[in-house]
C-alpha cells in the first residue's frame, strides 16, 4: 500500500467507519452498483430496478457531515426521492431501504434510456 493511501485510510478511519455500517438486505428485483466514495462521502452505491436502468437512485453515506447537515450524526442519503434527496439515520436501515423503494417508484424514465 502506498503511504499516499495509507495516510488517507487512517485520516478517513475507514476501518472504525467500516465496523460502523449495517447490514444490508436488499430486495431481489434491486441491482447494486458500489462506486468510488468521490467529493467526500464515506461509501456510495447506486441502485436500480432489474430491467429497468431508467429507475436508478444515489445512495451515499456521510460520517462527518462533509456533503451536508445533519445534526452530527452519520447518515445516508438517497437521490432522487420524490424529485428531492432524503436522509436517514446510518444505523437505520429499515428507513434506508424505505427511501430506496421510494426513490425507485418516483423516479420518472428518463429520454434516450
Known amino acids: ?35 468510488p466514495p468521490f467529493a467526500g462521502a464515506d461509501v456510495r452505491f447506486l441502485v436500480r430496478l432489474k430491467g429497468q436502468p431508467d429507475k436508478t437512485v444515489s445512495v451515499y453515506a456521510d460520517f462527518d457531515e462533509a456533503l451536508g447537515l445533519y445534526g ?23 428507513a434506508l431501504l424505505a427511501l430506496i423503494a421510494r426513490g425507485l417508484n418516483s423516479t420518472e424514465p428518463t429520454e434516450g434510456n
Open 1 to 35: 500500500m502506498s503511504i499516499e493511501r495509507y495516510t488517507m485510510d487512517s485520516n478517513r478511519k475507514w476501518r472504525e467507519r467500516g465496523d460502523l455500517m449495517p447490514w444490508l438486505s436488499f430486495p431481489v428485483e434491486w441491482e447494486v452498483k458500489c462506486i
Open 72 to 94: 452530527g450524526e452519520a447518515y445516508w442519503e438517497v437521490y432522487p426521492v420524490d424529485d428531492n434527496n432524503e436522509r436517514c439515520d446510518l444505523a437505520d436501515s429499515s
